[in-house]
């Protein structure tokens, strides 16, 4: 019952610095105490043999050095974090602080502290035979070695990390991923059929925050025990308080006799937070994309070009998603046939992804233009509300547009762009 909710704590320590260095050190101790294990082989006597003093010199040296190598390499990863936060948007540092190589390159240089200076413990107190001096003398050039190739692709990663192009990718990734979970019902693990018990018991929150994950698969058993129906009233990202109801539960095929369940337990299912997320809410990745592109029209940066890059990423994205979902068939057998799930709403999405550019980019004929182009693709997906919503958007962008420019050529520029909707457009 705990799976899903389980496998998302579990996915969302990547945001903690701390896990995976803490697993490296762990490791590293459990190696040095394992390379005294080979002293109870009879072929140990057969090893060369490696004195203490030259196990104890080579891990003096990766000690020094890791430990100021580590804080070179903290020093550096903040500096970046910074940068993100300034140049893109606040928002988007918690795709930066999951970046893996940075992440490894990290914990390999605790994990070989650590394990030099464990080792050394080791090694000055006799706890090693020949064969034990032999292994942890492998150990450590093999140690010796990791750092250095971490430490060579390491460099190259982190100066592209914080950069704002690095992050428009990882967000743009992070929001196509989160797409690619919605397309189909049984994806989700319910079905979107959209419908609402009458009379169903509502079921609420208890805390103020953003939901962060929905555990379909403990709805489902819940509802399957009991012979119920749950349809979720709050999706992913949605803000909610004690006053906005999770699910409603439709027990009309329940018997009335029946012991009444415990419905407030169906609160578990929804975690819960202060911030909202990327994996399982695309809208939150939307409106990432948007915001750096509204500081990048705004006259501080004044950089329309990267607001027309965002633009076509937010096509490009929405496009896929369109695509994607029309394409996909329900499965005959859906994982959670008693669990409605709210299906997304493409002018939530573009509302979202595209609004906000419009109003700040009013003033800027070549981002006006931009927009009207991607959004007259998207007019022409077969999906009617992506096009709908499209040709919705298109139209409130060129009335901005229209209110905001002053100068004649760029009017008529704009508008041959707009009069192209919803056509082919170039």
């Known amino acids: 019952m705990i799976g899903s909710r389980l496998s998302f704590l579990v996915g969302s320590l990547k945001e903690r610095l701390w896990v995976q ?251 819960i937070a202060e911030t909202r997320t990327f994996s399982d809410d695309p809208r939150f990745g939307l409106i990432v994309l948007s915001e750096i592109a509204s500081r990048a029209l705004s006259p501080a940066v004044n950089d329309p070009g990267t607001a027309i890059d965002i633009i076509n990423r937010l096509g490009r994205i929405l496009l896929a998603w369109d695509a994607e979902a029309r394409s996909a068939e329900p499965l005959p057998d859906p994982r959670a046939d008693r669990v409605d799930v709210p299906p997304l709403v493409a002018d939530d999405l573009f509302e979202d992804a595209f609004a906000p550019i419009a109003r700040d980019g009013a003033g800027m004929v070549e981002v006006g233009i931009r927009l009207q182009k991607t959004l007259g693709l998207l007019a022409q997906a077969d999906g009617s509300a992506v096009r709908e919503a499209a040709i919705r958007q298109a139209s409130l962008a060129r009335q901005r547009a229209e209110e905001t420019l002053t100068f004649a050529h760029d009017l008529d520029r704009l508008r041959r762009a707009a009069d192209q909707l919803p056509g082919a457009v170039s």
């Open 21 to 271: 260095p803490l697993g490296y050190a762990l490791f590293a101790v459990a190696a040095i105490f394992a390379a005294g294990l080979a002293d109870n082989f009879a072929a140990a006597v057969y090893v060369p043999q490696i004195t203490a003093e030259t196990n104890e010199k080579l891990l003096t040296v990766i000690s020094a050095s890791m430990l100021v190598v580590a804080t070179f390499a903290v020093a550096s990863m903040v500096s970046a974090y910074a940068s993100a936060g300034a140049s893109a948007t606040p928002r988007a540092f918690a795709l930066v602080i999951t970046d893996s190589v940075s992440q490894t390159a990290l914990s390999s240089f605790i994990g070989a502290f650590i394990f030099s200076i464990v080792g050394i413990i080791a090694v000055k107190t006799g706890y090693y035979g020949s064969g034990g001096r032999f292994v942890i003398f492998l150990l450590t050039l093999a140690i010796f070695v990791w750092v250095v190739l971490t430490f060579v692709r390491w460099v190259d990663n982190i100066a592209r990390l914080g950069r704002l192009g690095n992050t428009i990718e990882k967000a743009e990734r992070a929001t196509t991923e989160a797409f690619r979970k919605w397309p189909q019902p049984q994806s989700r693990g319910g079905v979107l059929d959209g419908i609402d018990p009458a009379g169903g018991r509502k079921v609420f929150a208890s805390e103020h925050g953003y939901i962060q994950h929905i555990d379909i698969e403990m709805l489902q058993d819940w509802a399957e025990q009991k012979g119920a129906r749950v349809q979720v009233l709050s999706r992913t990202g949605a803000f909610v308080t004690p006053r906005r109801a999770l699910l409603t539960v439709d027990m009309s095929a329940v018997p009335p006799d029946e012991d009444q369940p415990d419905f407030d337990s169906l609160a578990e299912a929804f975690v």
